[in-house]
């Protein structure tokens, strides 16, 4: 079955600090790779997406993610983190073929960025 | 361009009853999905609507079931509600299969079973 590990449930970090999310997921076939964001009382929003190419994908705000076949991950990385990055992050896949009508979602990491 | 819609944004029922939830996609986009995110079992895939066919349904029972409709707009429905099905539905669409579309998610109905 598909799924996806977000590792930690919730991570802490200064401002300006370095934050790295991490995401594993099992699979033994080709997949697409996700990072939504979600603000309190709200959806979620695409933060990146990973579908072919280049392993490591950029957002417009300064969020990466590199897609590690050999170690099933796609950690999202910043270097350094504002307050409004405070928010929770879900790593989900989905996958090639006639099965990528859905997400899988992992279990989401609170990202809480302190001043 | 508008996103995705989803009324109402907060709903409480009480046990026994019957919700409707409504979701209307962006315009053109012919996929729907509903998903149900609750503390506990963070988020979980429905089902998935495209141009009116139920493509696939996750693991619920049939107290959940959904249609969309000609102009694409979606409804969700859950009969006999339970204080488990208490959660945020998001609803989501995209402008076709190929995953290069994306999805977008609207904000979301709360319902909260008592």
């Known amino acids: 079955a598909q799924s996806v590990t977000q590792l930690d449930s919730q991570v802490p970090v200064f401002e300006e600090a370095p934050v790295e999310l991490r995401c594993n997921y099992s699979s033994s076939v080709s997949v697409y790779l996700f990072w939504y964001v979600q603000y309190p009382n709200q959806g979620l929003q695409l933060l990146l997406k990973?579908?072919?190419?280049?392993?490591l994908v950029e957002s417009i705000n300064g969020f990466e993610a590199e897609f590690n076949k050999s170690q099933t991950s796609f950690h999202l990385r910043k270097p350094s983190v504002h307050i409004s990055d405070t928010a929770e992050y879900f790593c989900?896949?989905?996958?090639?073929?006639?099965?990528?009508?859905?997400?899988?979602f992992g279990k989401g990491t609170l990202l809480t960025v302190n001043p | 361009k508008a996103g995705v819609t989803q009324t109402p944004r907060y709903l409480i029922k009480t046990r026994g009853q019957q919700v409707t939830l409504s979701c209307s996609p962006i315009s053109g986009h012919r996929s729907v999905s509903w998903y149900q995110q609750t503390p506990g079992q963070g988020l979980q895939f429905l089902f998935e609507?495209?141009?009116?066919?139920?493509?696939n349904k996750g693991n619920f029972p049939g107290r959940f079931s959904g249609r969309q409709f000609s102009n694409s707009r979606s409804e969700m429905n859950v009969s006999t509600l339970e204080l488990g099905d208490s959660a945020l539905y998001l609803c989501a669409s995209r402008g076709g299969s190929n995953p290069n579309y994306g999805y977008t998610f609207g904000s979301g109905t709360r319902l909260t079973v008592v």
């Open positions: 989900a896949v989905s996958y090639s073929g006639g099965s990528n009508y859905k997400l899988t």
């Open positions: 609507y495209f141009s009116e066919t139920q493509r």
């Open positions: 990973y579908l072919s190419g280049s392993t």
